[in-house]
């Protein structure tokens, strides 16, 4: 990981679901690095109060822990305001939160499962564009980062809610890009698409393969092109540009971390 604070994005003011996970943790670690400020918000309130405290250790006032459950309209409103108080602002949200949910073939899939893995992965990325825009708007240039999957542009059996949920928040980032532009808001809102990343997440995928983890995962590398699954600051860097000024002229596009897995 980056400890140069090269200050790419000194003045941001940043809100991220799920921080307590791993790849919010490296988000967290690489904006407030580069010289944002950092709102990081989870169920997990332990987590994120404990990855703030780590980070203020190193950048002192550079972040805030919100217990914030993003299924939760309640949640969002009273998280985004305490964010913005917080931080005198924002100016960049990442909707990173997620779920794998349960594996099922459609016959065996259960409503539950399904309306679980919607709210956490999709409800909450309408929540947030929704309940953040006036704040984004009034801090212009500003963008929103909304964490996909390759999942999302590409299917696989028994993750039929985990694919749908992917693929709308695929096209969803587009319709809000889309909004923005033609309302001049310079609101940016651009998607990424991770394959297999070391974080927790993978833990099922990683018992269903077999093995010891190092194992499992050289499994789950086989259909990577580049031999291995991803690092946590692969998504975290991709992240960094898109919510600099560096990517300015980016909106409604998707960006594939995958070591070129759907190139094929
Ligand atoms: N790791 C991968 O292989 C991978 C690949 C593609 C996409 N993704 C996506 O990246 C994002 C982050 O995943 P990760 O790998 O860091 O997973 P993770 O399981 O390590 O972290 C997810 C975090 O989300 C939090 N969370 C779960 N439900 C929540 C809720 N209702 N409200 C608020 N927070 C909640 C969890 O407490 C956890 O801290 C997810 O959207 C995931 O779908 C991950």
Redesign the pocket.
């Known amino acids: 990981m980056s400890t140069t604070g090269q200050g790419r994005v000194t003045g941001k003011r940043a809100l991220i679901?799920?921080?307590?996970?791993?790849?919010?943790?490296?988000m967290a670690w690489m904006l407030a690095r580069q010289g944002a400020k950092v709102a990081l918000?989870?169920?997990?309130l332990d987590?994120?109060q404990a990855l703030a405290s780590a980070i203020n250790a190193e950048l002192p006032g550079s972040a805030f822990a919100f217990a914030?459950?993003?299924?939760?309209e309640a949640?969002w409103i009273a998280v985004v305001e305490s964010a913005v108080a917080a931080m005198g602002g924002l100016s960049i949200l990442v909707?990173?939160?997620?779920?794998?949910g349960e594996l099922h073939y459609a016959e065996s899939d259960t409503l539950e499962n399904w309306h679980r893995v919607q709210?956490?992965?999709l409800d909450?990325v309408m929540l947030g564009c929704k309940h953040a825009m006036a704040h984004l708007r009034a801090a212009a240039p500003a963008a929103i980062i909304n964490?996909?999957?390759?999942?999302g542009l590409a299917a696989a059996p028994g993750m039929g809610a985990?694919n749908a949920?992917?693929a709308a928040?695929w096209m969803y980032t587009k319709t809000v890009a889309l909004e923005a532009a033609k309302q001049d808001w310079n609101v940016r809102c651009n998607s990424?698409?991770?394959?297999?990343?070391?974080?927790?997440?993978?833990?099922p995928?990683v018992a269903m393969v077999g093995g010891d983890e190092a194992t499992a995962h050289q499994k789950l590398a086989r259909g990577i092109p580049m031999k291995r699954?991803?690092e946590?600051d692969d998504?975290a860097y991709c992240v960094l540009y898109l919510a600099s000024d560096e990517s300015k002229f980016v909106t409604g596009a998707e960006f594939k971390?995958d070591g070129g897995m759907l190139a094929q």
């Open positions: 679901t799920g921080a307590a996970g791993g790849l919010g943790v490296a918000t989870d169920v997990n987590g994120v914030h459950d993003v299924t939760s949640d909707n990173n939160a997620g779920i794998g709210a956490v992965n909450s964490i996909s999957s390759v999942a985990y949920t992917k928040v990424v698409h991770p394959v297999f990343i070391k974080t927790p997440i993978l833990d995928f699954i991803g946590p998504v971390i």
